[in-house]
């Protein structure tokens, strides 16, 4: 699209500047923060005391709205379901569902809007009620638009059937008449009533005979002399010719039946058979398209475009919808002032008269507050491909443009970024790009949303954003002292060198407790253990204590044996596990042989002779518990020594 040639809009932060002092910034994915610094402004007098301000500034408000949040929630169900319709189906077969899908995009909106407006009626909150208001105005307007945008483009009704659907479309946004004509019927006596004849008047603009006949039906009853006068308006209105899509009756005879009629009511205004009733005379000029009587009730069609369709229900109901553009710009001029600049959804909705949807996108891009309108309603006529002209120079596409913003939007939300996932993946060039990105940014306030998180990436083969994810987990989990937790992030992650820390730590806690933690994790490890020395010695050394437990003593003594000649066991753990062996060289069964006792016995000695190395002097009173450990090591040494020999002597014998 062009560039923005609109000033942005200003957001006032109460409170920033009352301090003369210069503002720092830090952007976010979907907000600023916005903190004073110690830099006072040039010229300023003295600062004022107290610690800086920080302030949040959020682009977009409107998906931290309870109420709100249920219109995403439900889109995303009909966004989704849009994506899974075939692409390989003509658009012309497929239109009966992109008119189904709009109008359910619609109903999601108008259930909103429904639902603050109940709100706004029973809060107290001023403030909440202005809110609630503001939210409603919003949503009126992107309904409204989004409506017109079904008719003209996604409908594409033809000459006839257009001005049906644009009749509708005014009734749908026009309801206060209905209220107003209750209230006319409700009371004691209708036809004196101050709204009486506005209420007629106003079914006729609206091309509502039915409606308008029956009220007029009251006021004939009413006024027996006039009656005559009353039946014939009466006539006039049941004659009105009204297009029938799915008769017999060609375009051509509907316009020639229609100028008939005309010629009836413009006899009946030159014979002056109403010229005693002004209201009645009012409603005839109407019928015959007369534009001055039309702007005359400005104020019972309250908008350019109740005008327009009004205007050519009696003086073109034929109109095609490129002679559409030349109407709408003309009712626009002829019913808004002048001097004043037209709104910005009139601007729009002339856009779209003009069939413009660039400019319609364009327009509503600047004057929402956020991207899901715009989002939605291009990702739906992009599917009717109706934006396949228009691609942006940085190399996506409109649809998909749009759809990222929202998306990275979402991102930010603490309960609707999982919704953001969905639109990416259905952004063939930079979702997965884009997503890779954001998911870093999700917050992982708990265990259960990192595993949510982890799930998505595992699905995409993020293998990149699993680890970061992982390693992010397993840290946070050993600041909390949580060494299994930590250790099955660690281990998910494929981070060596953290599961080496976690395994030394686990090793530490055995030699302060005396015990293992987390059990049950240490005991299915697994090929998992196979990822770094120390995890496989902890895995291992684990395993050892179990077959102790289960009395397997050879077996165990087998393990134990290989955990230190295979140099999987760190040097500092060695004495640990010739103390472990104590127990097992005096059993009564000889269960270390010969060799293997040897090999206990070289590791004791290269123990010792490393520890003489590197301590030279004689050893200090708080070391006798460790010589005398070294004493009964060798002494249990070499009396299983002695029973190998004499047990391996005596077989071979």
């Known amino acids: ?315 073109h109901p034929t109109v095609k919808p490129a002679e559409l553009h030349y109407y709408a710009k003309s009712s626009m001029d002829m019913f808004l ?10 601007s729009i909705l002339l856009a779209a008269f003009e069939f413009d949807l660039h400019q319609v996108i364009k327009d509503c891009s600047i004057a929402l507050n956020n991207w899901w309108f715009v989002a939605h309603l291009t990702d739906l006529l992009d599917h009717c491909k109706l934006l396949q002209s228009h691609n942006l120079h940085f190399g996506s596409n409109l649809r998909e443009f749009l759809v990222l913003e929202y998306a990275s939007g979402l991102v930010c939300h603490h309960s609707l970024w999982q919704l953001a996932v969905d639109y990416f993946d259905h952004c063939p060039e930079f979702g997965r790009v884009y997503l890779e990105l954001q998911i870093e940014r999700v917050p992982l306030e708990t265990e259960r949303k990192a595993l949510k998180v982890l799930r998505i990436c595992e699905q995409r083969q993020m293998n990149e954003q699993v680890r970061s994810i992982c390693k992010i987990m397993a840290k946070r989990a050993l600041s909390n002292n949580r060494l299994g937790s930590a250790l099955s992030w660690s281990i998910r992650a494929k981070d060596a060198g953290f599961a080496t820390l976690i395994s030394e730590r686990f090793l530490q806690d055995y030699s302060t407790r005396g015990s293992f933690s987390d059990l049950d994790l240490i005991d299915n490890l697994g090929p998992a253990m196979l990822l770094s020395d120390r995890l496989t010695f902890l895995g291992k050394y684990r395993e050892f204590h179990r077959l102790y437990g289960e009395k397997a003593f050879t077996e165990a003594g087998k393990l134990l044996l290989s955990l230190m000649t295979a140099k999987i066991a760190p040097r500092t753990f060695w004495m640990t596990l010739l103390t472990d062996a104590l127990p097992l060289l005096e059993q009564k069964e000889v269960i270390f042989s010969a060799d293997q006792t040897h090999e206990l016995m070289f590791c004791l000695e290269e123990l010792t002779s490393d520890s003489s190395e590197h301590n030279p002097e004689p050893p200090a009173v708080g070391e006798d518990v460790e010589t005398t450990k070294l004493e009964l090591l060798r002494l249990a040494l070499a009396r299983n020594l002695a029973m190998a020999i004499v047990k391996e002597g005596t077989v071979e014998a």
Request: glycine content about 4%.
């Open 337 to 346: 002032d002048s001097r004043s600049a037209p709104e910005p959804l009139d």
């Open 1 to 315: 699209m062009e560039e923005v040639d609109v000033e942005p809009t200003t957001t006032l932060i109460p409170g920033v500047g009352v301090k003369h002092r210069h503002l720092g910034f830090e952007w976010g994915p979907g907000d600023v923060l916005v903190y004073e610094t110690n830099f006072r402004l040039a010229g300023a007098g003295s600062a004022g005391s107290g610690s800086p301000s920080v302030h949040m500034v959020r682009k977009d408000e409107d998906i931290y709205s309870p109420i709100l949040r249920k219109l995403f929630n439900e889109s995303h169900h009909i966004f989704v379901g849009l994506q899974n319709i075939r692409d390989d189906v003509p658009s012309k077969n497929k239109k009966p569902q992109f008119v189904s899908i709009s109008k359910n995009y619609r109903s999601v909106i108008r259930a909103c809007m429904e639902e603050l407006q109940h709100v706004a009626v029973s809060t107290q909150d001023s403030s909440l009620v202005s809110q609630y208001s503001n939210q409603v105005s919003i949503l009126l307007a992107i309904e409204l638009i989004w409506n017109l945008c079904e008719v003209l483009f996604i409908d594409a009704a033809p000459a006839g059937c257009l001005l049906l659907h644009l009749l509708d479309w005014v009734r749908l946004h026009k309801a206060d008449v209905d209220e107003k004509a209750k209230e006319v019927m409700q009371s004691d006596s209708p036809t004196h009533h101050h709204a009486y004849w506005d209420v007629v008047i106003s079914f006729v603009l609206q091309g509502r005979v039915h409606e308008a006949r029956h009220v007029l039906a009251k006021q004939a009853s009413a006024q027996t002399s006039s009656r005559t006068l009353y039946q014939l308006m009466d006539t006039l209105l049941h004659k009105m010719p009204v297009f029938n899509p799915s008769g017999t009756q060609t375009l051509t005879e509907f316009d020639m039946k229609w100028r008939h009629w005309q010629e009836e009511c413009d006899r009946c205004l030159q014979d002056k058979s109403f010229a005693s009733s002004p209201q009645l005379q009012t409603i005839c000029k109407i019928l015959l398209g007369d534009e001055d009587v039309l702007l005359e009730n400005k104020e019972l069609l309250g908008t350019w475009y109740h005008f327009l369709v009004s205007r050519l229900l009696f003086s």
